[in-house]
């Protein structure tokens, strides 16, 4: 493996990380879409990398699937479905912006303190691959947990799951990435056809009391 | 000479395709019943042929035929029950024919994935299965449309998508472990060539992705901190859903995650999983003995229940030996019987009372004598009172426990305590009260209800020695 092998995959995967910063201070639902097609986008070359360094072509097919459906499709679909649902031109009130990047921060340092030290023995080049991911799968939860909105939930979730591609491509020879790959792309799918057919717009969580009680069945 | 394995997988998914198709909701109640005995026929009969040799897909070995067979069981027992329930659900106009296709269809869907999950071999694919199950689930769980329903189906969805995210993960770094020590590609997933090689793996890895799988596979299992989903969807999706979901799908995921808990076993250097276990099951069995006093729907209280009980399989696996492996497996065995049951009964009494309020059910051994004793020694079965099977399932956790670690024995008894008070302080006023509110006249097939309690009862009085011998051989493959 060469050393430019190397570090464009650490660039690449790296810059996940990065966009995955960028997704958690979107306050507007329309630029968090963006960010989100350019988070896949970058997926997909991250794992487009690594089908030519492992030299294993049907990688391509999951790039190929990242950058398609995850990039284009996706973000469109989900365009279209805010602004059916009348909620394109809200603004999301993001938690303590400040203190959400800090404990970013923080889950970063924590995937790589982990995965590096208990990846001592790996191949240098699958192991810098899963601590981005890990640090990827966290921001997204992260991600997940501050918003309070439906659509962005989904977001978070898709870029956990990008995370979750990022490891599965960079460990070597493992089989059924493709299938998986194929199998989140029909859950994400389902995701955003639930949302669009039952028209739900918030998460389910509220400090209101009475819808509380309602949401739980078990109003007195 | 078919092949059991593969009748029991395909059975199934031609009668999802089957189903998908048919007109008329009485055929298809009755061709979903069909469907699932041939399952049971194929299932029963893996006792009898020889078993085939582990393959890079499927396995079948002492542990998962005891997951497969119950699993077929009550999955037959629940489309019997299915059968008259959704008569009435489309007499009230709840459910439309077009539901009732898709119902059945997903209903085989679902039995697909969870014998798939069992039968793997490959933990890539035993993954994929979970998330099959959970997937059809939780469109069941949504089918009434209902605001409290779609909330209930979109909070089980959000939450199962990011367990079994974090079930890949681990599963991904399972294989990340394997790399070095196998040839990688298909064999680093096969888990019986993992079980094999185990004790090379880097310790530290596995370690972190048993977290990680316990995790995952935990918030299907509903293990406290991550249970949130559970009494939701158990209140709001159809009453045979609740079943299946409490009495089978909750095992399913326990199953995934015991097969890895064998494969950290095998390498003596990784953490032992057992106390993570014990700690959670623990904190599940507390939670849940709270939760259950200040329930007012019925079926979210049985929900909890679910919780409890997967607490105290979950801690009696962890505690390992034996001995608490044995009374592991017998406890699960029971609570499914047991809790599809009072599903099974409650499920009806929500149709003859028109509601799923505690406080507006009461009476009901004088309005409805058979509802009202079913569901009454289905409680006092769950409650862990004896002579039934539940009891002496619980009794075996608790002493196997006190010998070992007295300190956890004595909050297991306390959870059991705690969460039996909640169960006989609603089961007073909802059987027992002065009758009020609606009573329909019930037309309900009561006959898989007491199939299943008179099994649990047999069970607490008898266990045939062949089943103790198999649970036993288990019991030591569990280790």
Same mark, same amino acid.
């Given at each position: ?220 | ?391 002496? =399932? ?50 309900? =097939? ?11 009862? =047999? ?21």
């Amino acid at each position: 493996m060469g050393d430019l092998d190397f570090d464009i995959a650490h660039l690449l995967a790296g810059g996940l990380v990065l966009v995955s910063f960028l997704l958690i201070y979107q306050d507007r639902l329309y630029a968090l879409l963006n960010i989100y097609a350019l988070h896949a986008g970058v997926l997909a070359a991250s794992v487009a990398w690594q089908a030519h360094v492992q030299d294993a072509p049907h990688l391509y097919v999951t790039a190929a699937l990242a950058l398609g459906f995850k990039a284009v499709v996706i973000p469109v679909a989900l365009h279209r479905i805010i602004v059916r649902l009348g909620i394109h031109r809200e603004i999301e009130q993001v938690v303590g912006t400040g203190l959400t990047m800090l404990a970013g921060m923080g889950l970063v340092a924590l995937a790589m303190v982990v995965m590096l030290r208990v990846t001592a023995e790996a191949d240098p080049l699958a192991r810098e691959d899963l601590a981005f991911a890990l640090a990827v799968v966290l921001l997204g939860l992260l991600l997940m947990v501050t918003r309070r909105n439906a659509v962005s939930q989904v977001v978070g979730f898709m870029s956990l799951e990008n995370g979750l591609i990022l490891a599965a491509a960079g460990a070597k020879g493992m089989p059924l990435v493709v299938e998986i790959s194929v199998a989140f792309s029909i859950l994400i799918a389902f995701i955003v056809i639930g949302i669009f057919l039952f028209r739900i717009r918030e998460r389910f969580d509220t400090v209101d009391i009475h819808a509380l009680d309602r949401f739980r069945g078990e109003r007195r | 000479m078919i092949n059991p394995v593969a009748a029991m997988l395909a059975v199934p998914l031609c009668a999802a395709a089957i189903l998908a198709l048919l007109p008329g909701y009485r055929l298809s109640a009755r061709a979903n019943v069909v469907a699932t005995a041939l399952t049971l026929v194929s299932a029963l009969s893996l006792l009898a042929v020889e078993r085939p040799a582990p393959g890079p897909f499927l396995l079948i070995d002492d542990l998962n035929i005891v997951f497969v067979v119950l699993t077929a069981f009550v999955g037959f027992s629940t489309s019997v029950f299915s059968a008259s329930y959704i008569g009435h659900e489309v007499e009230t106009a709840r459910l439309t024919s077009v539901h009732l296709r898709f119902y059945h269809a997903m209903y085989q869907v679902l039995m697909f994935a969870m014998n798939l999950a069992l039968v793997a071999n490959n933990i890539g694919l035993m993954w994929v299965a979970v998330e099959l199950a959970t997937l059809s689930t939780v469109l069941m769980v949504g089918i009434y449309r209902t605001h409290e329903a779609l909330e209930a189906a979109w909070k089980y969805f959000i939450l199962g998508s990011v367990g079994i995210a974090l079930a890949l993960f681990g599963t991904i770094l399972v294989y990340m472990a394997a790399l070095p020590v196998t040839a990688g590609g298909l064999d680093a997933m096969v888990w019986t060539a993992l079980v094999a090689s185990a004790h090379e793996f880097d310790p530290l890895l596995l370690s972190v992705a048993f977290v990680f799988l316990l995790l995952g596979y935990g918030t299907k299992i509903g293990l406290a901190p991550l249970h949130a989903w559970l009494p939701d969807a158990h209140a709001e999706g159809p009453t045979p859903i609740s079943a299946v979901l409490s009495g089978l799908l909750l095992n399913v995921a326990l199953y995934a995650l015991l097969r890895f808990k064998m494969l950290l076993a095998a390498n003596e250097e990784a953490i032992a999983p057992g106390p993570l276990m014990v700690a959670m099951g623990l904190t599940s069995l507390l939670f849940a003995a709270f939760m259950l006093y200040r329930r007012r729907d019925i079926k979210r209280m049985f929900g909890y229940s679910s919780i409890e009980h997967m607490g105290i399989i979950t801690f009696a696996f962890g505690m390992g030996g034996p001995l608490a492996n044995f009374a592991g497996l017998l406890h699960m065995t029971m609570h499914s019987l047991t809790k599809s049951a009072i599903f099974f009964a409650v499920g009806h009494i929500a149709q003859v009372k028109g509601t799923q309020k505690l406080a507006d059910i009461s009476g009901l051994t004088v309005t409805h004598p058979w509802l009202g004793w079913g569901l009454v020694v289905g409680v006092v079965a769950i409650a862990g009172l004896p002579p039934l099977g539940i009891f002496m =399932s619980e009794f075996l956790v608790v002493s196997s426990t006190f010998t070992r670690e007295p300190l956890l024995a004595l909050v297991l008894v306390a959870g059991i305590l705690i969460a039996l008070g909640a169960l006989m302080l609603r089961l007073g006023e909802v059987v027992f009260g002065a009758p009020r509110g609606r009573a329909d006249p019930a037309s309900a =097939s009561y006959v898989p209800m007491f199939a299943h309690l008179s099994l649990v009862l =047999s069970a607490g009085i008898y266990l045939p020695p062949p089943l103790v011998a198999w649970f036993q051989n288990v019991a030591r493959l569990l280790g």
